[in-house]
């Protein structure tokens, strides 16, 4: 089969290359690959600068969709021509863990991975769908988030960002989105942001708390930097900041006497291990996420652009550079 080989840790020498095939082991199952996502994280993973370092050569992509073409052992949940959707996540202990890789015509999921694909949901909206929602509800629900409470959700521009929009709006919030780009704040505001915040304003604190009225109930924080500390410092009483992660490239330092003064907490969010600590609930949680689509109060984005596994290292520069104002995927069927 034809799949992305990354031999080095530089996106610019992947190659597409015929590598041999395998077949799926116990609680294992082999999808044709439909359409591949691309987040930032495959960025990190395939720069090893992520908590899953692979050792080349090996094929990158963490998520995806596709059918079923055959299982293994033990695999009772799916059958030969399900349409499924996946992440590329594989559990085991830290050194062990691993990925998928998407990037490829053919993988081999852990069946825990993988969920068969709603009826009614488009494959434009399954792609961009698991990771980036899984990661944002999860994150509000550790959040405890509320009706009526006020979610500021920094870089509103990105997958999770914009997971996380939709989905604060489905739980009732006042959502505030910051983004940095023109482009993306439209993109915030079609998916129900109640305001937008120019994330490079020199008055960014300001005027977030004037949308606030009062001070934020809880942050969602998948960017890092110097936005993490300004974003706690506009928590009210006994708010919430949950750290996803650090698309910024820094890992602020909060003052903890500010947790303190305002009764406020850090949460971390790992989906990763959630789903290895905690199988049954995380399973719960997928399937709860299901029913908010399947009842038409979260509506997953469609708009993507395809590339073929030859457009590799540009994807993965452009995501890297978070300079696409849509998602990017890939279609194994291209060159």
């Known amino acids: 089969m034809r799949a992305v080989v990354a031999r080095t840790r530089d996106p610019h020498t992947f190659a597409v290359e015929e590598v041999d095939e395998r077949e799926p082991g116990p ?3 082999a999808v044709s690959v439909t359409l591949a996502g691309v987040s ?7 720069t090893g600068r992520y908590q899953i370092v692979p050792e080349p050569p090996f094929v990158p992509g963490s998520e995806g969709i596709g059918v079923v073409t055959s299982v293994g052992p033990g695999v009772t949940s799916v059958a030969p021509g399900d349409k499924v959707m996946f992440y590329g996540f594989v559990p ?19 069946c825990a991975n993988l969920v068969r694909q709603p009826a009614g949901m488009s494959d434009a909206a399954a792609v961009l769908f698991r990771t980036s929602f899984e990661t944002a509800f999860h994150a509000l629900t550790l959040g405890r988030v509320e009706p009526g409470e006020t979610v500021l959700v920094l870089g509103a521009g990105g997958a999770i960002g914009g997971a996380a929009v939709r989905l604060g709006k489905a739980l009732g919030a006042k959502v505030i989105a910051s983004a940095s780009t023109a482009a ?31 001070g934020l109930d809880v942050v969602v924080d998948p960017v890092g930097g110097e936005a993490t500390e300004l974003a706690v410092r506009s928590l009210r009483f006994g708010g919430r900041c949950l750290v996803v992660g650090f698309a910024a490239g820094t890992v602020p330092r909060v003052p903890a006497n500010l947790l303190i003064m305002k009764a406020a907490s850090l949460v971390g969010v790992n989906l990763l ?8 609930r995380a399973r719960a949680m997928v399937e709860e996420l299901l029913v908010l689509v399947e009842q038409g109060r979260v509506s997953p984005p469609t708009a993507y652009e395809e590339f073929g ?13 978070r ?7 890939i279609n194994p069927s291209l060159p």
């Open 273 to 280: 291990r959630f789903n290895e600590e905690f199988p049954d």
């Open 27 to 29: 609680h294992e199952v």
């Open 323 to 329: 300079g696409a104002n849509t998602r990017l995927v």
């Open 92 to 110: 085991g202990p830290l050194r062990r863990r691993s990925t998928v890789g998407t990037f490829a015509e053919r993988a081999i999921v852990p």
């Open 40 to 46: 930032f994280g495959d960025v990190l993973i395939a």
């Open 309 to 321: 596994l030859g457009d590799v290292a540009e994807v993965l520069t452009r995501v890297g550079e």
């Open 184 to 214: 993306k704040r439209e993109a915030a505001l079609a998916a129900g942001a109640d305001h937008v915040v120019d994330s490079r304003s020199p008055r960014w604190r300001e005027e977030v708390e004037a949308l606030a009225g009062g």
